[in-house]
């Protein structure tokens, strides 16, 4: 049983050196595209090695 389903996806930039939020204008582009907002999904999965950048782009986006 799939737990989940790929629905779309965003690209964004930001200013040099501000790279580890580029998540989260692509997320809100996303969404936009989805016709979805935070409040309908449950996980975004940010494929990061590390851990700033998922901490980063949660607390932008809470």
């Not at 040099?16 to 582009?29: D, I, N, S, Y």
């Not at 990061?48 to 809470?62: G, N, Q, T, W």
């Amino acid at each position: 049983m799939m737990a989940h389903r790929f629905a779309g996806y965003g690209v964004a930039a930001v200013e040099r050196g501000l790279f580890g939020l580029v998540p989260v204008p692509a997320v809100r582009k996303a969404l936009d595209k989805a016709g979805w907002t935070l409040a309908d999904i449950e996980r975004i999965e940010i494929n990061e090695a590390f851990a700033a950048v998922p901490i980063a782009v949660m607390c932008e986006l809470s």
